[in-house]
């Protein structure tokens, strides 16, 4: 079947300490992107990258840094700049990019830092 | 720059209730329009979208058409059932960048 993973679903971290969250998609696609949502909020973009080895800064990506070394994957680390990482992680996943491309988003990761 | 405005929730409905979940947009260009449904503790699904005005896109019962006029996409769905709990997303996207999500709101269905 294809579609995007992430794992894992629940993550726990003291603070100070950094995280990455793991993204894999099978589905060919070129373009991967990072939401965050926060309780009562839509989601609001981290990262994004459309090919291989290029990614850009989304509207929140203090505090967050990517890597796109392999068309299906994308993993998000989350350093301990980020003053407010607890929050809900969603990846996905797009054939490309424009506005006749649809999103597939992954089942997302929780994180809680403590 | 683009923003999504969706009504606040939670709208709680009786079962066979009909809905509505209205949503207007700002955008430059001319966007493509979604509606997103998350059940709880899990992703995002699209559940329909347009991608030019008077577009109607329908998936499940649920309808929303693109109204370039009002600058509207708002949610239908004639009779909803206790399985449509969840919370719903309007988005755009100008192709420029990635979506722009609204807020959410959140359905609750009572049977």
């Known amino acids: 079947d294809g579609g995007i993973t992430q794992s894992p679903k629940y993550l726990f971290r003291k603070e100070g300490q950094n995280v990455t969250l793991s993204c894999e998609q099978n589905l060919n696609h070129d373009a991967m992107y990072w939401y965050r949502q926060d309780p009562g909020q839509g989601l609001r973009l981290i990262y994004y990258?459309?090919?291989?080895?290029?990614?850009q800064k989304g509207d929140i990506a203090e505090g967050y840094s990517v890597s796109r070394e392999k068309k299906e994957s994308f993993p998000l680390t989350v350093t301990s700049a980020q003053k407010n990482p607890t929050a809900f992680y969603l990846c996905?996943?797009?054939?490309?990019?424009?506005?006749?491309?649809?999103?597939?988003f992954g089942p997302g990761t929780r994180l809680t830092v403590t | 720059g683009n923003s999504v405005t969706q009504m606040e929730g939670p709208v709680t409905l009786s079962e066979e209730a009909f809905l509505t979940i209205n949503c207007t947009y700002t955008?430059?260009?001319?966007?493509?329009l979604f509606w997103y449904v998350q059940y709880p503790g899990e992703g995002l699904q699209l559940l329909l979208k347009a991608t030019k005005a008077d577009d109607k896109g329908s998936n499940k019962g649920f309808e929303a058409t693109y109204r370039k006029e009002t600058t509207s996409f708002h949610l239908e769905k004639g009779s909803v059932q206790v399985s449509d709990s969840a919370v719903y997303f309007c988005a755009l996207d100008t192709g420029r960048r990635a979506l722009t999500f609204g807020s959410g709101t959140r359905l609750q269905v009572q049977p």
């Open positions: 990258s459309q090919i291989v080895n290029d990614f």
């Open positions: 955008a430059t260009g001319y966007p493509s």
């Open positions: 996905a996943s797009s054939s490309g990019q424009g506005r006749q491309y649809e999103q597939y």
